[in-house]
């Protein structure tokens, strides 16, 4: 079943903007993670946020999240064409059996 | 480090054959999981494994599915018959401790098309 929720489905954006990605989710998690695919490839890892953060910064990338609106936001600054890709929000909530579960993505197209 | 190996890349095969997808995962990781990813259903858990063995495999969809890692460093996904709705692409990933604790590495994935 899925625990997160991208939102929006797609977005298209011109290089150099930024480009704002959500994640919603429904039950308590431990940590919440977000991960990139390119097309024809497997899924890269690029940031983990845990329960008791509110923001995380790893180069363009800035992470929030928001425990009490059970919600995380991707920031991707000042985008390029290699950003063009989907992207995935994972949680894993707070049970004794709980796995890493992925929404569907989001689909960013970054137009040169 | 050559990150999470698969193979065959792609697997084109005739309803009713058997499959085997084949997983290399990084040295050293004692977690690997076999996803699906389908347009419909998005990425779906089928099975993972800690130390070889298996641990939960709620996500199998069927009998026809079995996985199997023999050791720490190769792990198998077969489906025996192939249907059509199995056409998907596979996606085995390795990490160093599980419940989400450390990132899950993927590798490219198997694109299977069952006609």
């Known amino acids: 079943s899925q625990q997160g929720e991208e939102d929006p489905q797609a977005l298209s954006i011109q290089e150099g903007e930024n480009a704002t990605m959500n994640c919603s989710y429904k039950?308590?998690?431990?940590?919440l993670q977000w991960y990139r695919q390119n097309s024809g490839r497997g899924l890269v890892h690029l940031i983990l946020i845990r329960s008791n953060e509110r923001e995380k910064h790893s180069g363009r990338l800035r992470v929030t999240l928001d425990t009490s609106k059970k919600s995380s936001s991707l920031l991707i600054t000042a985008s390029r064409a290699a950003d063009t890709a989907s992207y995935f929000c994972a949680t894993i909530d707070t049970g004794a059996n709980s796995k890493l579960t992925f929404g569907k993505g989001i689909t960013l197209s970054v137009r040169p | 480090d050559a990150g999470v190996i698969q193979s065959p890349r792609h697997e084109v095969t005739e309803m009713g054959q058997e499959v085997t997808l084949r997983c290399k995962p990084i040295s050293g990781h004692d977690y690997l999981f076999w996803y699906r990813q389908t347009m419909m259903r998005g990425l779906e858990l089928l099975i993972y494994f800690n130390n070889n063995v298996p641990i939960d495999d709620s996500g199998m969809p069927e009998d026809r599915f079995s996985a199997k890692m023999p050791n720490a460093s190769f792990s198998t996904l077969k489906i025996q018959p192939s249907e059509p709705r199995d056409s998907a692409v596979y996606f085995c990933?390795?990490?160093?401790f599980g419940q989400g604790r450390s990132p899950l590495h993927f590798g490219n994935g198997t694109r299977l098309t069952v006609t």
């Open positions: 990933a390795s990490s160093l």
């Open positions: 039950t308590s998690i431990n940590n």
